[in-house]
């Protein structure tokens, strides 16, 4: 059997359903396909353990797809504030929404909120073929098309194939993409805890000599914590009872909202870097973590890959408006030089950041302290970084640029 679209998405998480959502909604035809059957856990009860911190820029962009409107509200957590300070030298920074007259930084959601959204919008976008379960095989490309395989003998034509098949990306393989890696040899823990004072709607990271330990506000007293640490000591972690792992968080994190009371199940996500050597080839563009995995210190994972996807859509939207073949490589070179600068300095600085922080040695201490007390005292760089992690710097897609209503 043998279907043609103009694009076809490989990978329907959160970044592969936005590409085809922005695709499919200016009209082109666009096939989604997901190996897994439905939105994992769409029917579980109670919260993931793992969230995501959505930056301003990243609402914008699902607000403009109409997939913001569709989360409940009640699984929407803004937050106003962050406090970031290092355990080993009294270094402090704080942030403040109210500085740059803004309502909030951005939100705590868990990925599965976002993805039903976004499936949701789908089903009314009638150009994009939701093709779930089906599963990627081989790719094969042409002067003028190119011709995926799924694993049930199907072949489908298009003019790009876009990858957002994730982190191991089978689709990146198949077409020879190297990798640059590096194993950072942490894991990151994440659980759901709940505190005995209120977050105040405030993201908290305190830098420990093993890594970061972040805690993002969700309802009442409960947080999601990303507990950063050498992996061994994760595994530590994993296997503590509920009242020794409580005293050992509440005391890596200085007892700032005063002893953990409760917890859920805790899971450990092993971290790597991994930068894709080209993002684009004649007829095929890698998005998201199939381009690029980064370390979740500062949650700009899901953020860079949604800024991907937009600004994917745009480069092929405009090279369609000018009679152009946007599966071209000249055409696809537009995305890769737009974004992967962008992506490679967000990876050396989370690198850096890392490095600096998980030293405990006097001289990078002593940097550090003056470091995080001048950008405090200095409403001028405290404003430049409260934009960049707003996502609201930076040369940014239309989509996420558009006016948001309500901001
Ligand atoms: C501990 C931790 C915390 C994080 N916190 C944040 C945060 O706060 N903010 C943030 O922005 N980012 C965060 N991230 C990063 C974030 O998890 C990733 O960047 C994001 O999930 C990548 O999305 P994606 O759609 O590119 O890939 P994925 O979510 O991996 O989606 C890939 C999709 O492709 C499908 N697929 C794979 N193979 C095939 C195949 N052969 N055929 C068909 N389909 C296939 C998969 O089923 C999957 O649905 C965090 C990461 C970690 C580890």
């Keep these: 059997m043998t279907e043609r679209f103009d694009v076809i998405v490989i990978g329907g998480g959160i970044v592969g359903a936005t590409a085809a959502c922005a695709l499919g909604e200016a009209g082109l035809d666009v096939a989604l396909v997901e190996a897994r059957s439905a939105v994992s856990s769409e029917a579980k009860p109670g919260r993931d353990p793992r969230v995501f911190a959505v930056t301003r820029a990243s609402e914008r962009i699902l607000r403009s797809l109409q997939a913001w409107d569709a989360m409940p509200p009640e699984d929407v957590f ?14 402090a920074l704080h942030f403040d929404c109210a500085e740059l ?49 799924l694993e049930d003998d199907r072949a489908l034509h298009a003019r790009l194939v876009v990858a957002a098949d994730g982190v191991r990306s089978p689709v990146r393989a198949a077409l020879g993409i190297n990798t640059r890696e590096h194993d950072y040899r942490q894991s990151s823990l994440v659980a ?49 009872d509920k009242e020794t792992f409580h005293a050992e968080l509440g005391a890596a994190f200085d007892f700032r909202l005063g002893e953990i009371t409760d917890s859920g199940e805790r899971e450990a996500w092993p971290l790597q870097r991994r930068h894709a050597e080209r993002y684009v080839i004649a007829r095929a563009a890698l998005i998201g973590d199939a381009a690029h995995a980064i370390h979740p210190l ?18 092929v939207l405009e090279a369609r408006a000018h009679g152009r073949d946007f599966g071209s490589l000249r055409s696809l070179r537009r995305f890769e030089r737009w974004r992967r600068g962008d992506n490679s300095l967000m990876m050396s600085a989370m690198d850096g950041i890392n490095t600096l922080f998980s030293n405990a040695g006097t001289p990078l201490q002593t940097a550090r302290v003056m470091g995080m007390g001048m950008v405090n005292r200095t409403a001028v760089v405290r404003h430049l970084l409260m934009r960049h992690a707003m996502g609201l710097s930076g040369d940014l897609p239309d989509l996420a640029r558009a006016p948001v209503s309500p901001e």
Excluded: K
């Design 78 to 91: 803004a937050f106003t504030d962050m406090e970031v300070w290092d355990a080993g030298g009294g270094g």
């Design 101 to 149: 007259g803004e309502p909030y930084l951005g939100h705590i959601i868990e990925p599965r909120i976002i993805l039903a959204a976004l499936m949701n919008r789908l089903g009314s976008v009638s150009r994009v073929t939701l093709l779930r379960p089906a599963r990627f095989r081989e790719i094969y490309i042409a002067a003028d098309e190119a011709v995926v395989e």
């Design 192 to 240: 759901l805890v709940r505190t005995a004072e209120s977050h105040r709607h405030t993201a908290w990271q305190r830098f420990l000599p093993g890594g970061p330990l972040a805690f993002l506000p969700l309802e009442a007293n409960w947080c999601s914590i990303v507990w950063t640490r050498p992996t061994a000591e994760v595994e530590r972690l994993l296997t503590l």
């Design 298 to 315: 500062a949650g700009q994972g899901v953020n860079l890959g949604l800024l991907d996807a937009a600004t994917l859509a745009q480069v």
